[in-house]
């Protein structure tokens, strides 16, 4: 009894600590701020300052007055919210002097009374949006000494940062970061993310940045980009500040860089080397794109043809082990109350690759199957230095001029030794081959452009005018040895044919394009856009093969098959129109655009001429309605004739595979792809809810295939043709959707791809020439978890299955279809004095196939580290990669009837210890 008493007043006691804690009240109501009638129905929530996660809400009674009771001590967020009515904000704090907060009559106003913008009153707005760009404001954000970007924007709802830096927002990848607007070494996020300090931060914006184009005209052209933008605190704009890092680990692996920042007022200096052979230093696949050193005729968007010329692109993608160093200087400024401003950047790259890779691959032809496989050893440098400079003008009030110009030098070589056996269906042997490709290439690219822009007296019309020209010179060099050997049905020696050639290219193109747009209101929310464009290409390809003379001689024969010399003069011109409808939370875009071009190439060695005119069309059509300012759904389609490329139109053969040899056919005519795709994006700030859902379809007509023709001995030659009566498909389909429950920030994200592919196989054995059909589909879908709690902890896992089919009307018995697993994450663990913990993995597991085995691979990383003095400038990290030593490369696709594998060398398990130091001396600054 006395037992039962005692717990009894232990309980009550409880309970009153727990009512004494909980006893705070907020009450007030919602009126209308023009006809002070009450807002029924009105939304009240009360957030975490800290974090802005919902604590409690209900909604105003029918005099609109509201209570909302038994809130605990603390800083938070009240939000008010009516349908029609821009959302009310403000902070307060509770706590035991103030255990009752009466706001009184709150005023909501009308959105149509409002320049779309959130009221905020009070204390320190954490969000802000104005139009379509969200404002976070960097003050109502816990932050620690030597934090950057990165840990600030990682607090921002909506926004997710990986462990290599890639950001997410609401639902979107994000491409750019700027820097007070202007654009810091490129197009390289990171650099700023990683290595500017949050403490300079005033605000962050995020929106979706157009192109020059549709800013100027404020007509969606759908190329927008979405863009943070970093916004500097005016104190923190004068004085300097930067980054050293020096790591060295087992196995001889090391890292370093040194980045160092000069900024004063809106002058910045920036100067910046890194290095390592670990693969977290690389010219990545943006940088390879962007210097534009691959060989191939491209086409434009008036269905003209340009070269542009080099050895292929060179990145690494976790292929081999890599060797990279690379560095840059950038340099902004504005003056003269911003009429003029000037960015400019240097980046010099150095890396080498050497790697070993496997592969297995199946052939199925019409009635047989040759199964191959291949080792091939390879080193492989690249060199590449670019400078990019941008000037802009502000002419008056109404002209601006814009001056691009950058110049490009890249020089690759590669050293490939393979060796490949191939067998037929019954195991026998078929043919072996080993080949020594080596070559070096120097590329040289210029660009320029002027952009003139000028709004005209009457409000929307404008008149805008650019002129580009670039210039490319290649020149490369090459040795190309082969021993092919072809063994009979018996498995006997037959044939051999070996190849023995020097090879050279120089290659010269030159390009001016002018293009003029006028926009004209015809009426309101309506507008037409008008453009002509006039393009000159004036370019030249010299290639030549030489074998020896005698067999211990020079290279001095020419080998007539295997060399060109074409010049190419040609010149298009464009004529479009669109018309533009943007009216209330409809935009509506409908338009066509028109290139004749006339294509003049010449051989000089026969003086064969091939001349081409023909008409490009290029359809247009798009839908955007906007729900609200964070929602909008929209529906586009666009046609485009798609001319067959010079690789594909010339008729000279390459061996540069003996045994796969391509021809091209100069009787190809254009396809026509047509394109539909639909998307849907909505995005909640309060909940953290987002969802983005994507659909694309496309098939082509006239389409442009391979027809391969497959001998006795495997020796395979592939030529292009049109087929008619055939459409290409292509499906293609994405859903993302997140939201924030309980503290957590849950997503899904789900894909669908399928593509419908045909090509002519002709088997040399019996003449006989089918029609191969192949259907290549893969969805995937993943669940991911993930939180961010400032100096506790962070997580994130995700992981789904997948599943891919791979048919082929031919050796439908051949046919494979394999599902998988992946996943991945990463943790974190801050610890008291300083202390860190981290770790991150994934998990790959591909099933088996009737042809190729199972994969299964386990990467498994962690980290510790600790930092010193009062803001954290000095830290020591130790990391060790690849815990359980499972990491090997893997590849795994199909195209047409041919199914390929591939395993390769990448970096497996080392220790690192890294140390690192950030520095800074910022002082406040005047504004120019």
Not at 375 to 383: A, E, G, T
Not at 549 to 565: A, E, I, K, Q, R
Request: charged share 20%; proline share 2%; glycine share 8%.
């Amino acid at each position: 009894m006395k037992i039962t008493i005692r717990l009894a007043a232990f309980l009550m006691l409880l309970n009153l600590s727990a009512y004494a804690q909980s006893n705070y009240t907020i009450k007030g109501s919602a009126v209308d701020t023009a006809e002070k009638k009450a807002l029924l129905n009105t939304t009240i929530m009360v957030l975490n300052a800290k974090d802005s996660t919902l604590r409690k809400f209900t909604r105003a009674k029918s005099d609109g007055s509201f209570a909302i009771n038994n809130l605990m001590a603390g800083k938070f967020i009240l939000v008010l919210s009516y349908p029609g009515y821009a959302d009310y904000t403000e902070g307060f704090t509770l706590e035991d002097k103030n255990r009752q907060h009466n706001f009184g009559k709150i005023g909501l106003t009308q959105t149509s009374r409002l320049l779309r913008d959130v009221i905020v009153k009070g204390e320190v707005r954490a969000i802000k949006i104005k139009g379509d760009t969200t404002e976070f404001n960097a003050k109502a954000y816990v932050i620690q000494p030597n934090d950057k970007v990165e840990d600030l924007i990682k607090q921002f709802p909506g926004i997710q940062v990986d462990k290599d830096g890639k950001i997410t927002a609401q639902g979107k990848s994000v491409d750019k970061v700027l820097l007070d607007g202007e654009e810091f070494f490129g197009d390289d996020p990171t650099l700023v993310t990683k290595n500017i300090r949050a403490d300079m931060v005033d605000k962050v914006q995020l929106y979706d940045k157009k192109s020059d184009q549709a800013t100027f005209t404020g007509i969606d052209d759908d190329k927008a980009v979405k863009t943070l933008n970093i916004k500097l605190k005016e104190g923190k704009k004068s004085g300097s500040f930067g980054k050293a890092i020096a790591a060295e680990g087992t196995d001889k692996y090391y890292q370093g860089q040194l980045m160092y920042n000069k900024f004063q007022n809106k002058e910045k200096i920036s100067v910046y080397g890194i290095g390592s052979n670990n693969g977290t230093t690389r010219l990545d696949w943006d940088d390879a794109q962007r210097y534009g050193d691959n060989s191939a005729m491209e086409l434009n968007d008036d269905g003209s043809m340009s070269f542009s010329f080099g050895g292929g692109d060179l990145y690494y993608d976790d292929r081999g082990l890599p060797k990279a160093i690379t560095g840059g200087a950038h340099y902004d400024n504005k003056w003269d109350k911003d009429k003029y401003a000037i960015n400019g950047n240097y980046k010099v790259g150095q890396l080498s690759i050497d790697g070993d890779q496997s592969t297995i691959r199946q052939n199925n032809l019409p009635d047989r199957v040759i199964n191959s496989t291949s080792s091939q050893v390879s080193h492989k440098s690249k060199f590449t230095e670019e400078l990019n400079a941008k000037l802009e003008v502000k002419l008056d009030t109404t002209a601006n001029l814009k001056i691009t110009a950058s110049g490009n030098y890249t020089n690759n070589q590669n050293k490939i030794l393979s060796a490949d056996t191939s067998r037929r269906g019954d195991n026998s042997l078929l043919n072996l081959n080993n080949t020594s490709n080596i070559n070096s290439v120097d590329n040289r690219l210029f660009n320029a452009s002027i952009f003139y822009t000028k709004k005209l007296k009457k409000k929307g019309r404008t008149l805008s005018l650019l002129v580009a020209g670039n210039s490319n010179d290649s020149k490369g060099a090459g040795y190309l040895k082969s021993n092919l050997e072809y063994f009979d049905d018996a498995g006997a020696l037959s044939t051999t044919q070996p190849t023995d050639q020097f090879k050279t290219s120089a290659n010269k193109g030159q390009v001016l394009n002018t293009n003029i747009t006028y926009t004209e209101p015809v009426a309101k929310g309506i507008a037409l856009v008008v453009n002509y464009s006039f393009k000159l290409d004036q370019a030249s390809s010299n290639q030549r093969a030489y074998s020896r003379g005698t067999p211990d001689g020079d290279y001095n024969v020419l080998v007539d098959s295997l060399s060109n010399f074409f010049k190419l003069n040609q010149h298009a011109q464009q004529a479009g129109a669109i018309l533009n409808y943007n009216k209330g939370k409809t935009v509506i875009n409908v338009g066509t655009k028109a290139a004749n071009v006339s294509f003049d190439q010449t051989n000089i060695y026969t003086g064969n001429e091939l001349k081409r005119q023909f008409i490009n069309w290029f359809p247009q059509a798009s839908y955007l309605y906007k729900f609200s300012q964070q929602t909008s759904f929209r529906a586009s389609y666009s046609g485009s004739t798609q001319q067959p490329t010079i690789n594909q139109i010339q008729p000279v053969k390459d061996n540069s595979n003996p045994l796969y040899i391509t021809l091209g056919n100069p009787n190809l005519t254009p396809s026509f792809y047509n394109r539909f795709s639909t998307s849907y994006n909505s995005y909640k700030v309060l909940s953290g809810e987002s969802i983005y859902i994507n659909g694309t379809y496309g098939f082509t007509t006239n389409v442009i295939v391979n027809n391969t023709s497959t001998d006795a001995i495997g020796k395979t030659t592939s030529q292009y043709f049109n087929l008619v009566g055939k459409t290409q498909h292509t499906y293609n389909g994405y859903l993302s959707y997140s939201r924030k429950l309980a503290g957590l920030n849950v997503g899904f994200n789900g894909n669908l791809y399928s593509r419908t592919t045909y090509n002519m196989v002709t088997n040399a054995v019996n003449g006989v020439s089918q029609l191969n059909t192949s259907n290549n589909s893969s969805y995937s879908g993943n669940l991911s978890i993930n939180k961010y709690v400032q100096n506790k902890y962070d997580f994130y896992i995700s992981a789904g299955p997948t599943y891919s089919i791979t048919q082929s009307s031919l050796q439908t018995s051949y046919n494979s279809n394999s599902g998988g697993f992946n996943a991945r994450g990463w943790a974190g663990l801050y610890l008291p004095h300083n202390w860190q913990l981290g770790t991150d993995g994934s998990y790959t597991y591909t099933a088996k196939t009737t042809t190729l085995p199972e994969f299964k691979r386990t990467l498994l990383n962690a980290s510790i580290s600790k930092a010193f003095f009062k803001d954290k400038s000095l830290k020591i990290m130790g990391t060790l990669n690849d815990i359980l030593n499972q990491n090997q490369g893997y590849n795994r696709y199909a195209n047409g009837g041919i199914i390929t594998e591939e395993r390769y060398t990448t970096i497996k398990r080392y220790f690192l210890l890294t140390l690192s130091y950030d520095f800074s001396r910022m002082s406040a600054g005047t504004t120019k």
